[in-house]
Every structure is written in structure tokens, then in C-alpha cells.
């Protein structure tokens, strides 16, 4: 009976072919024990949705993807679009999106979720509420990792510093050339501080603890994108990986570890300090979307 009242609600909130696969999809979760649930359960809820309470949900807020490079942002961007729907979803980056300064407010109120390079301040345009997110990565592998990214990537500024030259050789050339502008860019980004002035760590702190909703380590964004589509009760979306590297391996050095590290400690800190706290901070994410965004049980408010 349960089964058959699920699928009957979803006929009538979806409607049409879409219904149909969305319904199957949910059913076959449903026999194999398998169904989705908030990441901290929540007795008062379901896991169904409540889409007129979405939609209330993203008239309050607004997603506000922070996009650092090479820690796997590309697909936590593609991961986040899939779960707000694409006409949602803004990615300033990208050379086909509309100019922020044409966008009316019409098309503003209709942004559910923004993605760009640029750190803390982009919901400015909005007048709701930012639920901030980004993906971090150990300093060594993000330098590793741009590295083998510019291998394949010969019209970038800086492959000039990478094509035919050994890691070791690279990284120090990209430093020398950018200078402290390239150094902890993952916490300048969190503060739009990047350029070579000095970062201020206290303030890049206070982002972390008291604006950003959730800081993902580079190796957990398809358990953070699972999450949270189960809190904003999405049955499946893509769980696609953008701009993976497969060019050459590359072992550092204990030298150049070293070096990295060095000019990189308050990256390295904040990297440690978002891996220790992930699964609290996850849990406490979705519960505050899922409260928002499922059902409630025997219509309780």
C-alpha cells in the first residue's frame, strides 16, 4: 500500500514520461531497501519532496558555488546543476553564460544556484539568503594536479612554465612568475583576495566558520552531491567527473613537498581542518535543506 501511495503522489507532482521514470527509479529503491534519506535522519521527515517548499526554499536562498581550481569544482559545479535543473543555474565562467550586468531581476529571482571563480561577495546581486559551498584540496596534489592540467592544455598563460619541463621545474617557475599571488590560493579565493597583497587568515577563518553552509575536500564531492540531492529530495542526478587529468604521473619529490608546503601552510591547514570536520558539517548541511525541502510526516509544520 505504502509503494503504491508513493507512486501515486509522484504521478501527480511530475506528470507525463518523466513521472514514469522517476517513479521506477524510486519503486526499485524502494524493494531493494535502497531508498534515499537525509544524511542526519529526521524523524518528523519523509523522503519525499515537498516541491511547493522547495520552491519557497530558493525564493529565501541562493546557492553560491566558490569555484577553486583543480579541486574537483568542475564537477561539484556539474553535480549542483543537475540538482537545482540547468534554466537554475549560472556559471559566470562559462563563455556562453549571459553577462551578469544584462540579467534583469526577472531573471535574477530565477537563479537557484551561481558558480564562478570569484570568492565571498557574489550574493550581492541576490536578495536572499547565500548558502556558500566549495570543494579545497591538499596544496601538494592541487599543484600536482594543475600541473598534468596544463600538460593538455597549450594555450593557458601558464603552460608556457609546464609543457616540457619536469614537475619540480614547473611548480617553481609558475611560483617565481605569479609569486604570492600564488601562494594558499584556495584561502585567498575564499576571501576575493587574490592578488599579492597580504591574506588575512583571521578573516579567512570567519568565512569558513560562520558563512560558508559547507567546505568539501577534493575526494568527498560525490558523497557531499549524494547528500544533498537526498536532502533536497532529487531521486538521481548525474554524478558526472568534468576535467579529470590523464596525463603523465608524477611523483614529488620529498624536496618539493617540502617547498610547497611551505609557501602553502594556511591552505594546508584549512584543507585539514575541512577534512576533519566533513561528515559533522555535511550532516548539519543537509538537515537545515532537508527541513526545508522534504516532507513532513502526518502534515506536521
Not at 534554466?87 to 549571459?98: A, E, G
Not at 544584462?102 to 550581492?124: A, N, P, R, V, W
Not at 611560483?175 to 578573516?203: C, F, T, W, Y
Request: with cysteine; aromatic share 6%.
Amino acid at each position: 500500500m505504502m509503494k503504491e501511495w508513493i507512486a501515486r503522489r509522484l504521478t501527480k507532482w511530475f506528470g507525463g514520461k518523466l513521472t514514469r521514470q522517476i517513479a521506477a527509479q524510486h519503486m526499485k529503491t524502494l524493494r531493494a531497501g535502497q531508498a534515499s534519506r537525509p544524511a542526519k535522519a529526521d524523524s518528523a521527515l519523509s523522503e519525499l519532496p515537498d516541491l511547493a517548499k522547495r520552491r519557497a526554499f530558493f525564493q529565501e536562498h541562493i546557492l553560491v558555488h566558490t569555484h577553486i581550481p583543480k579541486t574537483a569544482g568542475s564537477s561539484l559545479s556539474a553535480g549542483l546543476a543537475a540538482i537545482v535543473g540547468g534554466v537554475h543555474f549560472l556559471d559566470v565562467r562559462l563563455p556562453r553564460s549571459v553577462p551578469l550586468s544584462k540579467l534583469t531581476q526577472e531573471d535574477l529571482d530565477d537563479i537557484y544556484c551561481i558558480s564562478s571563480h570569484m570568492g565571498f561577495g557574489m550574493h550581492d546581486l541576490f536578495d536572499r539568503k547565500p548558502l556558500y559551498l566549495a570543494a579545497v584540496r591538499d596544496p601538494v596534489d592541487r599543484a600536482v594536479s594543475y600541473y598534468r592540467y596544463l600538460q593538455n592544455r597549450p594555450n593557458e598563460e601558464m603552460s608556457k612554465h609546464a609543457i616540457g619541463k619536469s614537475f619540480e621545474e614547473s611548480w617553481r617557475l609558475i611560483d617565481a612568475d605569479r609569486g604570492e599571488a600564488h601562494r594558499n590560493l584556495q584561502a585567498r579565493m575564499l576571501v576575493s583576495r587574490i592578488d599579492d597583497k597580504p591574506l588575512d587568515e583571521d578573516l579567512m577563518w570567519r568565512r569558513v566558520n560562520e558563512d560558508y553552509l559547507l567546505l568539501i575536500p577534493h575526494n568527498k564531492v560525490s558523497k557531499a552531491l549524494e547528500d544533498l540531492r537526498a536532502a533536497f529530495g532529487v531521486f538521481r542526478t548525474p554524478d558526472a567527473k568534468v576535467n579529470v587529468s590523464r596525463s603523465v604521473d608524477v611523483k614529488p619529490s620529498p624536496e618539493i613537498i617540502k617547498e610547497i608546503r611551505a609557501v602553502n601552510q594556511v591552505d594546508a591547514k584549512l584543507h585539514s581542518h575541512v577534512v576533519a570536520n566533513f561528515k559533522e558539517n555535511l550532516q548539519s548541511a543537509c538537515q537545515t535543506i532537508a527541513h526545508h525541502c522534504l516532507q513532513r510526516i502526518d502534515g506536521d509544520t
